[in-house]
């Protein structure tokens, strides 16, 4: 079996993560307090709320509190317009109220706005630095920015101040050490959270990715099996335990979870890709061809796919059609390494690269 080259892709960016935005109950009701319109719902805070605001008899910061509230609650109803509203109205109403920085940071956070949301609790924190949520919200600004170490910096202070927001904050702060590559910590964050959800499948699914990452394959392989077991309709597991075959060489397992996969995110060219990989290491380079051409038809402009599709032509011994699939990945990509690579392999850099562009 011949070695080779598999693009390895994160198997899940748990959506919670990826945002991060303050979606929690727990955490609700902490953007809750000092709020004054009751109720345990979006629909109850909004319908109390709308009550208080049209009776005429709030001011200051109550009458603040009630449209940051408000605010917070068509956040998660995701009627953004009418959150922005109330959130500017909170702050011109009581430009000093910490809670509805914090509100206003989360919007935009869901708003994939991480510079405002940044700014946004940098005020809080500034105004209430005791208030655990402010340092929520200043961590998934700086999260979504790349500021990973800031982030973890700023998950543990929020721990320290309300270590009950743990089932929020350790999948986070692990997703950040994740991508610092301190899989160590990240996995002891995912232990963390697991211990409480034990049903989390996309912790389940991180902690399979950082395990993979530390080459710790046969529980990576568990933790992917067990998310398939909890949720079969997820492609994460099936994903990332056909990596894992990948890497184990079982590709005839890989290809059979690949194929899982696939059939549930019919339109995700990288599961393509990662298939025909697979097919390639099985010598099954017309079906490779196959999985490489599907990737292509779902985005026309990936220049890895057209990579891998000249490997799989050169292997069928068309090398006229090698050559020009690689000439497409380079016109989309310049200089692009992995383009290089097959063409020295194939022997085609004469008739590919410009004469100036030639080492």
């Keep these: 079996m011949g070695k080779k080259r598999l693009t390895v892709i994160l198997t899940c ?8 935005a303050v979606t929690s109950a727990a955490v609700a009701q902490g953007l809750a307090a000092d709020m004054p319109c009751g109720g345990t719902t979006a629909d109850g805070w ?10 005429s008899t709030l001011h200051g910061r109550p009458l603040a509190g009630v449209y940051s509230q408000r605010g917070y609650a068509f956040t998660l109803k995701r009627n953004l317009a009418q959150a922005k509203k109330d959130l500017d109205e909170a702050i011109k109403i009581d430009p000093q109220f910490a809670q509805a920085f914090v509100n206003r940071a989360n919007f935009w956070t869901v708003m994939h706005k991480p510079d405002q949301a940044l700014a946004d609790s940098e005020t809080a924190i500034r105004l209430a630095p005791e208030l655990p949520l402010t340092y929520y919200v200043h961590g998934s600004a700086s999260l979504n920015l790349g500021r990973y170490d800031r982030a973890v910096t700023d998950y543990s202070k929020a721990l320290s ?25 990240a996995i002891a964050d995912y232990d963390a959270l697991l211990k409480l959800e034990p049903s989390n499948v996309g912790v389940l699914l991180n902690r399979g990715d950082a395990l993979r990452n530390k080459k710790e394959l046969s529980r990576a392989a568990a933790d992917y099996s067990e998310a398939i077991r909890l949720a079969p309709n997820n492609p994460g597991g099936w994903k990332g335990r056909g990596f894992v075959r990948v890497m184990t060489q079982d590709p005839k397992g890989a290809v059979a979870d690949f194929t899982e996969a696939i059939r549930r995110s019919p339109n995700d060219r990288n599961l393509y890709l990662q298939r025909g990989a697979a097919w390639a290491f099985l010598n099954e380079n017309a079906k490779a061809l196959a999985d490489y051409d599907a990737a292509i038809g779902i985005d026309p402009n990936y220049p890895l796919a057209y990579v891998d599709r000249a490997d799989a032509l050169n292997a069928l011994g068309e090398h006229a059609a090698a050559k020009a699939s690689l000439k497409k990945a380079l016109d989309l ?12 392999k194939i022997g085609a850099d004469d008739e590919i690269l410009p004469t100036r562009t030639r080492h």
């Design 13 to 20: 960016l748990w959506a919670a993560f990826a945002i991060a």
């Design 46 to 55: 909004i319908a109390a709320c709308t009550a208080m605001i049209e009776s």
């Design 161 to 185: 101040l309300s270590p009950e927001l743990g089932i929020d904050l350790y999948g986070l702060r692990g997703l950040a050490y994740h991508r610092m590559g301190d899989e160590d910590h």
């Design 333 to 344: 990509a310049p200089g692009f390494p992995p383009a290089l690579d097959v063409m020295k």
